[in-house]
């Protein structure tokens, strides 16, 4: 719908995002590590990584200070929230 209306937009995507009282992913940070060293995984692991709280802010400053061109849209998934940096 953005994208047929020619809206500007940066959407971000996270997958989850740790932070207070939302710790129990961490324990399955030991399947996400087996499932990196299985090649057809890796592609999985990475789209649906773990993130906190900072990355998630620092995703968000960084979409709304730096925004697409006039009617373009800019997708930020989990490894491009992982990549932003002020």
Do not use: F
Request: charge should be positive; proline fraction near 13%.
């Amino acid at each position: 719908m953005i994208r047929e209306a020619g809206l500007t937009a940066s959407i971000v995507r996270p997958w989850y995002v740790l932070g207070p009282g939302h710790w129990w992913p961490k324990l399955i940070r030991p399947l996400y590590k087996l499932a990196d060293l299985i090649p057809p995984l890796q592609p999985m692991v990475e789209r649906l990584g773990l993130l906190n709280i900072e990355q998630m802010v620092t995703a968000m400053t960084y979409a709304v200070e730096n925004p697409p061109p006039n009617g373009q849209r800019r997708i930020y998934d989990v490894p491009a929230i992982r990549r932003a940096r002020l």
